[in-house]
């Protein structure tokens, strides 16, 4: 079982979130299922990154959480967002983000995305040759220059242990070697070239593989550069920091992995010197930050085993169910938010309300002993919660979500 991430205060018998106790927000909410985020959390990230990394520039990927209020607040602490459908960047929008601060990235932009785009003057992170001749002929038609960013599909890639060599075929950017000739395109037509968008992979806990990773992309675009023969005004370095799920994880050195990148940024390639550089981070930001409380509604046992039956599930949070990308599954920390600091005697499993084997919360778990009318807290809920969940699934209610935190 993962551990509960140490903002969290556990010598308590109520769990606190931003200071107040579970059932008390429950109250406020007006019923479970709730999300609960601590924006003090948040923001305190964001002081970390920017204590590390100095000039470089901080993305929010948005769709690692677009709930309003949380996105707003976020919008006034980082320098841009991230956004990967039309949808998202109207969130981006109604948070108060200027279209200077979003790019737009993801395949598939289908051509009223891309006009939506261009009319608002928002840079489109370009994943093919098709799209920016459709970007470039709607901006034609509207008498707007259209912002292009290129996104690259680097042939590394980072992974959890280590680089992984040869990103190979992959729906997202444009291979490296076809990258200088898409980039000329631009400069030739109507358009602006805001430069490139260069993104590894997600989840690294090994600060050496994101250094190593940071390294070969600064390269890379240092080697891109040279040949289209002019200077991206912004390189957007991707992202990747990840955060401990599971037990045994160790959390990301991020100061090492900034002490590197300021220091392959001060030797960098004179091309590059006039240069923007950004991250773009989701999880890291937000993943700590978010608590989902559930209530117990049952309480049975089968077969000798205990199941614990809450009014949530997958349909709310999918990836503590371990049905979002996970090969093995493993147990999100959890809590009994009621019962916080009595002592865990009991062997039970957490599952949802949804009638399917796949809604598992927690397994084989030990936890003090609960029933009916306790809370559930699970942790790690700020990040592809409800952003990335089947919420109409099997028709329950939708969750509620909060934001809290004292410095709000
Ligand atoms: C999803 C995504 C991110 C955010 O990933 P996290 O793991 O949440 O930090 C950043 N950039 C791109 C291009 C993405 O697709």
């Not at 190593?212 to 991707?238: C, D, I, M, Y």
């Not at 002993?369 to 409800?386: I, M, N, Q, S, T």
Request: aromatic share 6%.
């Amino acid at each position: 079982m993962g551990t509960i991430p140490a903002d969290f205060c556990v010598d308590e018998k109520m769990l606190r979130i931003g200071g107040r106790p579970a059932d008390a927000l429950v109250a406020e909410a007006g019923d479970t299922p709730l999300f609960v985020y601590d924006f003090d959390i948040v923001a305190s990230r964001i002081r970390r990154f920017r204590n590390a990394f100095g000039d470089v520039q901080l993305h929010y990927a948005i769709k690692a959480n677009t709930y309003p209020p949380l996105l707003t607040q976020i919008t006034k602490l980082v320098d841009g967002l991230d956004v990967a459908s039309g949808g998202e960047m109207v969130s981006a929008m109604e948070a108060g983000a200027g279209a200077d601060h979003i790019s737009f990235a993801g395949p598939g932009k289908r051509d009223d995305e891309l006009e939506a785009a261009i009319s608002a003057g928002v840079t489109l992170n370009c994943e093919s040759q098709g799209e920016v001749e459709r970007a470039i002929s709607i901006g034609r038609r509207l008498g707007r220059t259209p912002r292009l960013a290129v996104r690259v599909n680097p042939d590394f890639e980072i992974k959890g242990s280590g680089m992984r060599m040869g990103g190979g075929a992959k729906p997202f950017g444009v291979d490296a070697e076809r990258v200088p000739a898409l980039v000329r395109t631009i400069l030739d037509q109507d358009a602006e070239w805001r430069g490139f968008h260069i993104f590894a992979g997600s989840q690294a806990l090994d600060a050496d593989a994101l250094i190593e990773a940071q390294r070969a992309t600064l390269l890379l675009a240092a080697k891109l550069s040279e040949e289209v023969g002019a200077a991206p005004p912004l390189v957007n370095l991707g992202g990747g920091f990840g955060i401990p799920y599971f037990g045994g994880e160790q959390p990301l050195d991020v100061e090492k992995v900034a002490a590197a990148l300021n220091e392959g940024l001060e030797r960098r390639h004179d091309r590059l010197r006039g240069t923007r550089f950004a991250i773009e981070l989701g999880r890291w930001l937000v993943g700590e930050a978010g608590v989902y409380l559930t209530r117990i509604v049952d309480r049975k046992t089968s077969h000798g085993k205990i199941f614990l039956v809450t009014d949530g599930g997958m349909h709310h949070q999918l990836a503590a169910s371990g049905n979002f990308g996970q090969v093995v599954r493993r147990n999100y920390a959890s809590a009994i938010a009621t019962q916080l600091n009595a002592p865990a005697e009991e062997e039970t499993s957490i599952v949802g309300c949804l009638c399917t084997p796949l809604d598992r919360l927690a397994d084989d778990v030990m936890l003090p002993k609960a029933g009916p009318g306790d809370l559930v807290a699970l942790f790690r809920a700020g990040a592809y919660g409800l952003s990335a969940s089947p919420q109409a699934f099997l028709g329950h209610p939708p969750a509620r979500e909060m934001l809290v935190g004292k410095g709000l």
